[in-house]
T-cell receptor, first 114, second 113 residues
Framework: SAVISQKPSRDICQRGTSLTIQCQVD?????MFWYRQQPGQSLTLIAT?????????ESGFVIDKFPISRPNLTFSTLTVSNMSPEDSSIYLC???????????FGDGTRLSIL | GQQLNQSPQSMFIQEGEDVSMNCTSS?????WLWYKQDPGEGPVLLIA?????ELTSNGRLTAQFGITRKDSFLNISASIPSDVGIYFC?????????????FGPGTSLSVIP
């Protein structure tokens, strides 16, 4: 399966600031996804980021708060904007190499907002 | 919306015991996935199931795709301390790029040496 690298692995940020999380994959993948995992919870899909099209956001997530870029088939970024303590979570990048293939995950970015 | 339920929510077992956990839904899924998440890491895919009734093994792990397509089971035989973690089931309704993967709430497994 693809090797998925996320940067940073963790960060502590001040409220009101923004942080951009990077996801790099060692092979070309058509589908990339961004998830949020709040402490002790399951994974919630934020958006789907397929190359060549605008990201598709799930209910409760908006582009102004979580802008996403997908410049090529191996890279994506998620920005968490104007952060508040409620944004403290693990943010996970996930990829699927084809529509009928299972999803694989990076190790996540652990974000704490003070 | 689509929801997955996992049981039990948590389990404490003795090393060497077998473990069973399941995942149910009110909707039909055409793909079932089982992941394990260790602290500080992302979920790792254990087993993927694509056909109703399918039984697939990966070492000491065995998973089954329920006949009704509304459930799946994961069994771990002869548990060891490194089996500790959170096990998530996930379902996907179709096999197109529009079909999202839905995650269950997880089963937390603790193994007592």
């Amino acid at each position: 399966s693809a090797v998925i690298s996320q940067k940073p692995s963790r960060d502590i940020c001040q409220r009101g600031t923004s942080l951009t999380i990077q996801c790099q994959v060692d092979s070309q993948v058509t589908m990339m996804f961004w998830y949020r995992q709040q402490p002790g919870q399951s994974l919630t899909l934020i958006a789907t980021a397929n190359q060549g099209s605008e990201a598709t956001y799930e209910s409760g997530f908006v582009i102004d708060k979580f802008p996403i870029s997908r410049p090529n088939l191996t890279f994506s970024t998620l920005t968490v904007s104007n952060m508040s303590p409620e944004d403290s979570s693990i943010y996970l990048c996930s990829v699927r190499s084809g529509a009928d293939q299972p999803q694989h995950f990076g190790d996540g970015t652990r974000l704490s907002i003070l | 919306g689509q929801q997955l339920n996992q049981s039990p929510q948590s389990m404490f077992i003795q090393e060497g015991e077998d473990v069973s956990m399941n995942c149910t839904s009110s909707s039909i899924f055409n793909t079932w996935l089982w992941y394990k998440q260790d602290p500080g890491e992302g979920p790792v895919l254990l087993i993927a199931l694509y056909k109703a009734g399918e039984l697939t093994s990966n070492g000491r792990l065995t998973a089954q795709f329920g006949i009704t397509r509304k459930d799946s089971f994961l069994n771990i035989s002869a548990s060891i301390p490194s089996d500790v973690g959170i096990y998530f089931c996930a379902g996907q309704r179709g096999k197109t790029s529009y079909d999202k993967v839905i995650f269950g709430p997880g089963t937390s497994l603790s193994v007592i040496p």
